[in-house]
């Protein structure tokens, strides 16, 4: 459907039906899922890791590479015959996982030098989200243990099982566009029905406004199952590295090719509120009042015109950006304790345990939005009803019957999504190099004429032996980035 008030913007009545639908078109109340963050653990058959020699061959072979990684200050290929991109990065590592290695976008398995005691164990792989959403959960989880797999037996070590460590089911939607006022404090205990005894929810500023951008129900540490929404858009745009969420929400109909523009635009400059400044150079593109379009031509000539300004002239003209949401529970080893899941996989690898959940991911995101927590009708006639009696929501009934994605599916669909996810990072790249050139300029060459060559050309006369073989170095690494990644 089109935007329900694009009416109210000036770009409404300067564009016909047909490319005003183009344009502006999304689904919806649009729901997907997956699984968005998975940890498993690794235990390998040998009686005693602290004493086992394949072992300590093992976990010598990984300090001393890792020796090697923090003496370079560089990221060290590692089992290049197994797979040319695993790496061993320097200072990777947690709390007692001391040593790493993985692949970037893939995984990261950390290793524990020496255990605790005998229901430990000693290998942790975190599985990236990248990964997980296109080569799907099945395709990346197999690859990753394959990998420990060959890795393990390099030293003669067995894998005796793997066991699930972390879940995040992940629901994506652009049902909430307030994250403020969906979630009212007064009528939460109404609201839903679960066994969560705390909430909380984070505010943020922006001149005399206030957002929210995070709300929860449970306890983050909990060894059981943590309950929260935060707004997925912002993260994208922020954290900087997960923007082929925007092309998968576009793909599913969560967003409009609109959106999709001033996403794009929006990360390439690094801050969320760039967004206004995004919206206004799409109305400078495809707007057509003179007037505005000089307004924003001078605000865009001026590198430091605060966002009020673009923000001003935006929401006259162009609609604000459609929020995505992510609604998501964080379950973990404590949760899969307690449930009895049925053996369907028929599997008899290591592999059993990881396979034989993933065939019921169905069934978990059931009892996960039924049992443990769901949103459910509470005002008018409903009011009246014992919350445990009240129907579902609409739409946590629509949540709850989200479709799973299949991204892999489309094999030019997932080649065009990683060819875009560097796409965005060159141009984000390219916008941060010519903002630092350009403060270089003014900073140590102000009586240049400000062009970009004179300023690159002057830039040159600072630069010495020594950073010059800096940047060879950091050039070599990263053609051999891109090429591990199959893009040259």
């Known amino acids: 459907m089109k935007r329900f008030n694009l009416d109210r913007f000036k770009i409404h009545s300067e564009m016909s039906e047909e490319v005003a639908d183009k344009w502006f078109t999304y689904t919806k109340d649009k729901f997907i899922n997956h699984i968005d963050t998975l940890y498993y653990v690794v235990y390998p058959a040998v009686q005693n890791w602290n004493e086992d020699e394949k072992a300590h061959k093992f976990i010598d072979f990984l300090r001393s590479e890792k020796e090697k990684a923090q003496s370079d200050g560089k990221a060290r290929p590692i089992f290049g015959d197994i797979d040319k991109r695993i790496e061993m990065k320097p200072y990777m590592g947690f709390q007692m996982y001391s040593l790493h290695f993985g692949i970037d976008d893939s995984f990261d398995v950390f290793v524990m030098p020496s255990m605790l005691n005998d229901k430990t164990p000693p290998v942790f792989v975190q599985i990236r989200s990248f990964s997980l959403w296109l080569d799907g959960t099945n395709e990346a989880f197999g690859k990753s243990a394959d990998v420990v797999a060959k890795v393990l037996d390099r030293f003669g070590i067995e894998i005796d099982r793997v066991q699930e460590n972390r879940v995040d089911y992940a629901f994506h939607t652009n049902r909430i566009q307030d994250l403020l006022h969906f979630f009212p404090e007064k009528d939460l205990i109404q609201m839903q029905v679960s066994d969560f005894e705390r909430s909380g929810k984070q505010y943020y500023f922006r001149q005399d406004e206030i957002f929210s951008d995070y709300f929860?129900?449970?306890r983050r540490t909990s060894n059981n199952i943590f309950f929260r929404v935060y707004d997925k858009t912002k993260e994208v745009i922020e954290m900087g590295y997960k923007q082929f969420f925007i092309h998968i929400w576009l793909k599913y109909g969560l967003i409009s090719k609109f959106d999709e523009f001033v996403l794009k635009r929006t990360f390439t400059y690094g801050t969320y509120n760039s967004k206004e400044r995004a919206r206004c150079e799409f109305?400078?593109?495809?707007?057509?009042?003179?007037?505005?379009?000089?307004?924003?031509?001078?605000?865009?000539?001026?590198?430091?015109?605060p966002y009020q300004s673009y923000k001003k002239i935006a929401d006259m003209v162009v609609p604000d950006v459609t929020t995505v949401v992510n609604i998501e529970f964080q379950t973990k080893r404590k949760y899969y304790d307690r449930l009895e899941m049925p053996e369907l996989s028929g599997d008899t690898s290591f592999k059993a345990n990881m396979y034989n959940?993933?065939?019921?991911?169905?069934?978990?995101?059931?009892?996960?939005?039924?049992?443990?927590?769901?949103?459910?009708?509470?005002?008018?006639k409903f009011a009246e009803l014992r919350r445990s009696e009240r129907p579902m929501s609409d739409w946590w009934e629509r949540l709850q019957k989200s479709k799973s994605i299949d991204i892999q599916s489309d094999e030019w669909l997932v080649d065009y999504i990683r060819k875009e996810q560097n796409n965005l990072d060159f141009e984000r790249l390219k916008t941060a190099v010519l903002s630092k050139v350009s403060s270089t300029g003014a900073l140590l060459m102000p009586q240049n004429d400000g062009t970009l060559i004179t300023d690159f050309v002057g830039l040159l006369s600072y630069v010495n032996d020594n950073d010059i073989e800096k940047y060879r170095q950091k050039r070599e690494q990263k053609l051999k980035e891109l090429e591990k990644r199959g893009l040259i």
Do not use: C, M, W
């Open 216 to 218: 929860t129900l449970g």
């Open 283 to 305: 109305y400078y593109i495809y707007g057509s009042d003179f007037a505005i379009k000089q307004d924003i031509k001078e605000l865009l000539s001026n590198p430091g015109t």
């Open 357 to 380: 959940l993933f065939l019921q991911h169905k069934s978990i995101i059931r009892r996960l939005t039924t049992d443990t927590l769901r949103f459910v009708k509470y005002k008018g």
